[in-house]
């Protein structure tokens, strides 16, 4: 079944490429254009990849803090 008519992509494209890492619609839409015409298949492509399933999210919250914030953070516990 076809989730982008504008550029012909179908559903198995789009779970092909979120098997391959791709969890945003705009990672979908690098991969394979779905989304970037007329825009009415970004909800498709949405419910197709799913709320909270994507691995990467839970590495970006697993980051280290970044050094300029956490310097910030103790220049502001040292002056008080």
């Not at 012909?8 to 098997?19: F, I, L, N, R, S």
């Not at 970004?42 to 994507?54: E, K, N, S, T, Y």
């Not at 310097?71 to 502001?76: C, D, E, I, S, T």
Request: charged share 25%; net charge positive.
């Amino acid at each position: 079944m076809y989730v982008c008519s504008c550029f012909g992509v179908t559903e198995a494209q789009v779970k092909k490429h979120a098997d391959a890492g791709a969890c945003t619609p705009r990672q979908i839409a690098s991969a394979c254009k779905a989304g970037t015409d007329c825009g009415g298949c970004v909800r498709r492509i949405q419910a197709l990849l799913g709320r909270g399933d994507c691995p990467r999210r839970e590495l970006l919250d697993q980051r280290p803090e970044p050094v300029a914030a956490s310097v910030a953070r103790q220049v502001l516990s040292d002056a008080a």
